[in-house]
């Protein structure tokens, strides 16, 4: 049997926003405080390839939904040496605005997606607002537009997108929510998106508040540690935890780009 070659991994912060405790769990938590969010998109680097995992929002989006804009994510890419014109995958977690956005960012690329989530982002949920708010029309509507123009690979389940690079579906968040695994020099790293926003939300099953089956988010928590090796190969998607476990792709981009292949320090 082939031996995998190992994949470089780099979570790149390009938003952020400030938040409580309260509204990062569902039933909100009894010790209030800060806990923001922080906004990423993931570079997966090695011999099979370049692929980018999320593609973020831009300045428009961040200005109506009042998230602080710090870094634009093909400027990000630029910095760690990758020309986002000349990427030929990308991988959608989900097809939430903060995760689906930058639309002429990659040209050339080919967009993996669930089957399911294309089905619930322009079907009958997005009748109603509770469920349509975290989506951009304009995002849906640029998907539909690569659909027909032959630049979409839909997945159902499992999918793998080369060796040692696959996807999952976990659902819960959102109705095709998938996770990223991959591996690296450490072994198998599940990078989760919104399956687990926080490490708390996974450690802890305390779901986040936005979502559409809790059970599915719940058995998500377990389905994404029984992918990875072990709970510290799991990167969550939005916790500011993951630049201060991680070292930095290089002095001067610290607290921008953490390298995830490498191992981290004990969580707290």
Known sequence: ???????????????HLERRRSENFI??????????????VWAITGANGTYILDTGFDKSQAKLRGRQLLLDPGEGLKR???????????????????????????????YHLQDSEMAFSTGR???????????SVDDVTQMVRRVFAGRVQFHDGDGEIAPGLSVHKIGGHTMGLQVTRVWTA???????????????NMYEARPFPIVYDVDEMLAGFKTIQALASSPDHVIPGHDPLVLSRYPAFAPDLEGIVARLDVEPEPAM
């Open 186 to 200: 450490r072994g198998w790293v599940v990078l989760a998106s919104d399956a687990a926003h926080f490490y708390a």
């Open 1 to 15: 049997m082939t031996a995998l070659e190992p994949y470089e991994i780099y979570a790149i912060k390009y938003a």
């Open 80 to 110: 760690i040496g990758i020309d986002a014109g000349q990427v030929e995958d990308v991988i959608i977690s989900h097809m939430h605005y903060d995760h689906a956005g930058n639309h002429d960012l990659f040209p050339k690329a080919r």
């Open 125 to 135: 949920h997005m009748c109603d607002e509770a469920s349509s708010h975290p989506f």
């Open 27 to 40: 039933g909100g938590d009894p010790h209030d405080g800060p806990m923001p969010l922080d906004y990423f």
